[in-house]
């Protein structure tokens, strides 16, 4: 078996292949990352052995073309944590970082990890997780713009403080427009200009909400109709996730995204302490989902009181156990709908 390790750039592709035991038995570095490059990739390969297996660095904003080529080609990817590559980096005899070291290490970490994600062709999670994306950074932007604002109203007039978290209504921006009619001046200027900015990336964020939630609507109703999942968490949680299916089983969901908690023995009395690893959208996404449901849903009012009648428990602890039954309620909802999706055989 060759293992392919591939330390993927914007502009150029460097391969290492590596033998059963991780010695170095060809590298090949292409002078362009367009398709005819990734095939003469491929047929490259093809004179090291049958049996081989590509690992790419997960970083797939730069190996995303690749991964499509490979995967059209019939060959077999799998994705490698940009963290264990440095770490079969940092143990190797090799001293500094160059795109073969790197892709070395691809390769050897690879070996020493039999159980990778297999990499596949992007499905709808990915659209949904460009949408929600491209939402993020309108409201982010929306928000700077808002920002500004506040501080040209404060210089002209002083007195006039709108409410918290009221920018983004359409009735408080055309009163805010109203207003400003009143004053003369280039911050007045400036200040309308932002408003209409603010109005239109409102219209733009509100769009996206409703393509979101028609979208996640079709694909995920069981992970809807968990008690505190909205559409945007849902479209969150299905993006990040990616599929369902590369999990072997919930805990591994679990690890992946951060609500399985690390074990910690001291003075022989076991313990466990707070993961800081993991997949930080997805642990968020579920965070907000558990304190949704803390504030509305009698179960885990009624769970959260459980646990804060164990000896030493503390709030902070009764929420990570809450988020982790949350992580397999999520998981058991994922595979529902994944299920659902897949088409059933023609009859015969």
């Not at 079969?88 to 500094?96: L, P």
Request: with cysteine.
């Amino acid at each position: 078996m060759i293992t392919l390790g591939i330390d993927a750039h914007k502009r150029t592709h460097t391969v290492v292949a590596v033998d059963d035991v991780g010695r170095q038995v060809g590298q090949r570095t292409t002078t362009a990352t367009t398709t005819e490059a990734d095939l003469d990739l491929v047929r490259w390969a093809g004179g090291l052995g049958v049996e081989r297996v590509w690992a790419v660095e997960d970083c797939r904003h730069l190996s995303r073309r690749l991964e499509a080529d490979l995967l059209a080609a019939g060959e077999r990817i799998v994705r490698v944590p940009p963290k264990l590559m440095a770490m079969c980096r940092t143990s190797a005899r090799t001293y500094g970082k160059s795109d073969p070291i790197d892709a070395l290490a691809v390769a050897r970490a690879a070996l020493r990890e039999p159980d990778l994600p297999t990499a596949q062709l992007d499905g709808p999670a990915r659209e949904l997780r460009l949408l929600v994306d491209h939402r993020e950074d309108l409201v982010g932007e929306r928000t700077g713009y808002i920002n500004r604002l506040r501080w040209h109203l404060h210089e002209l007039d002083p007195t006039w403080d709108p409410k918290a978290r009221s920018m983004n209504a359409f009735k408080h921006l055309d009163a805010v427009a109203a207003r400003l009619e009143g004053f003369a001046g280039t911050v007045a200027r400036i200040a309308a200009d932002l408003t209409r900015r603010i109005r239109a990336l409102t219209v733009d964020i509100n769009a996206l909400e409703r393509e979101i939630a028609d979208l996640v609507t079709d694909q995920a109703p069981t992970l809807l109709a968990v008690p505190g999942v909205g559409p945007l968490a849902a479209a969150k949680i299905l993006g990040e996730t990616a599929d369902i299916c590369r999990f072997r089983s919930k805990d591994a969901y679990a690890r992946h995204n951060g609500t399985a908690p690390n074990p910690v023995w001291s003075s022989n009395r076991p313990d466990h302490r707070l993961s800081r690893t993991g997949n930080r959208q997805l642990n968020a996404a579920i965070h907000r989902i558990a304190i949704t449901q803390l504030r509305c849903h009698h179960d885990a009012q009624r769970y959260m009181a459980n646990r804060l009648q164990r000896p030493g428990a503390t709030k902070a602890r009764a929420i990570r156990a809450l988020k982790r039954r949350l992580s397999d309620v999520v998981y058991r909802a994922l595979l529902t709908d994944a299920q659902r999706t897949i088409p059933l055989p023609a009859a015969a």
